[in-house]
């Protein structure tokens, strides 16, 4: 089991950017499939960005595709999502999500696939 602990949350204006860090516990790191999801007020969790273990393929929702890139150091044991270009709508509690996998080039989608998650990070965007 991973433990994960997010960070780099925080306030910011429309259109800057900002870097959320996923720490991971353990030595086994590169053998975890991991995303990153968020939860805004009032609405369901959703899926932002998936990553493959090796790093090699990632996968992200249409509301953030070609703003967002997501990313992970193995050797460091951590996994990073860059956001540009931030709009209100992303205003949300982002939280990161491991799975350990067999394949090193599955990306994962569903919240249902993910039993490892942090506590979340607050982002948010004024207009």
């Known amino acids: 089991q991973a433990q994960l602990v997010e960070s780099g949350g925080g306030l910011v204006q429309a259109g800057d950017s900002l870097r959320l860090s996923c720490a991971a516990s353990g030595r086994t790191f590169d053998a975890y499939a991991m995303g990153w999801f968020r939860q805004a007020p009032g609405k369901e969790r959703e899926f932002v960005a998936g990553?493959?273990?090796?790093?090699?393929?990632?996968y992200y929702d249409d509301s953030v595709r070609g703003r967002f890139t997501i990313s992970r150091d193995n050797a460091a044991n951590m996994g990073y999502l860059q956001m540009n270009s931030l709009k209100p709508e992303d205003t949300a509690v982002y939280y990161c999500a491991a799975k350990q996998v067999v394949s090193t080039s599955t990306v994962l989608i569903a919240q249902l696939s993910y039993p490892d998650w942090g506590q979340g990070t607050q982002v948010t965007v004024s207009s």
């Open positions: 990553i493959s273990r090796s790093g090699s393929r990632s």
